[in-house]
Each structure stands twice: as structure tokens, then as C-alpha cells.
């Protein structure tokens, strides 16, 4: 890594700490200016300064509430974790296919290569597909 990325990264660090800090003030705001429960328009309007929704407000309240510390409500890391089962059976599959192709073994590249032709099916609801395209509308047949 170069200088400039290395400070790059320390002040977008630096901004997301500011940015936590912010959060927690302003939740320890709400929380002591308004006991025993904060009314829904403090609650409203400490959600708009953060840029949150009160749903999400609620939750970090409830976490500052239980933990009490900065550290609890800092965001939680996204994504699919790494080393998980399905990261496994990815690797075993690229694995398998890439070596059957080195190999040249026919029967590993066709099992791991799609085949184009005809799709056919011999009896009636032998494969049943679903169209999961949302439409914004709901239909209930009686």
C-alpha cells in the first residue's frame, strides 16, 4: 500500500468513528432528556439527524440500553462470511471442474458444462418453474 491509501483509509476510519460518536451522543440525548421512554416526536427527529429509520432508532436503543457502549453500536460487517459451507462447496465445484478440464476426462466437463439442445420432459408437472418477478400486485385465485 501506498502513503496516500493508507491515510485515505485512516480518515475514512477516522470519519466513520466521528460518525459512531455522533450516533451515540445523540441516542444518550434521547434517552436522558426524555424518561422513562422517549415521545414519538424526539424519537422521529433524532432518527432524521442520524439519518436512520425509527424502526432502526428503536433497535439502537434497545442495544445502547443492554450494552451501553459505543462499541455496540457500531455497524455490523455485510455480506456472506467467508469459510462458510457455501464458500466450501464453491471452491470444491471450481476444484472439480477446472481439473477435469486439465485432465481432458469427458465426463467431468460434461457435468460441469452446460449442454445445448432440447429441454423435454416425458410426463405432465415433471419440472415445475416459478416466475419470482414482482409485479406490485397480488392475485388470489379461489
Known amino acids: 500500500m501506498d502513503e496516500s491509501s493508507v491515510t485515505d483509509a485512516e480518515a475514512l476510519k477516522g470519519a466513520r468513528w466521528a460518525e459512531g460518536c455522533r450516533g451515540y451522543e445523540a441516542i444518550r440525548r434521547l434517552i436522558e432528556d426524555h424518561k422513562p421512554r422517549p415521545p414519538k416526536f424526539a424519537v422521529a427527529d433524532t432518527a432524521w439527524e442520524l439519518g436512520v429509520s425509527r424502526a432502526t432508532l428503536y433497535r439502537l436503543v434497545d442495544i445502547y440500553k443492554s450494552a451501553g457502549t ?17 464458500e466450501e462447496i464453491i471452491e470444491r465445484a471450481i476444484r472439480f471442474a477446472s481439473r477435469g478440464q486439465r485432465r481432458g ?17 416425458s410426463r405432465p408437472l415433471e419440472v415445475v418453474q416459478i416466475d419470482h418477478t ?6 388470489i385465485d379461489s
Open 105 to 121: 476426462e469427458e465426463d467431468v466437463v460434461k457435468a460441469t458444462n452446460a449442454a445445448p439442445g432440447k429441454y423435454s420432459v
Open 134 to 139: 414482482e409485479i406490485g400486485q397480488s392475485q
Open 70 to 86: 459505543l462499541e455496540a453500536l457500531r455497524p455490523k460487517a455485510m455480506g456472506r462470511r467467508a469459510g462458510t459451507w457455501v
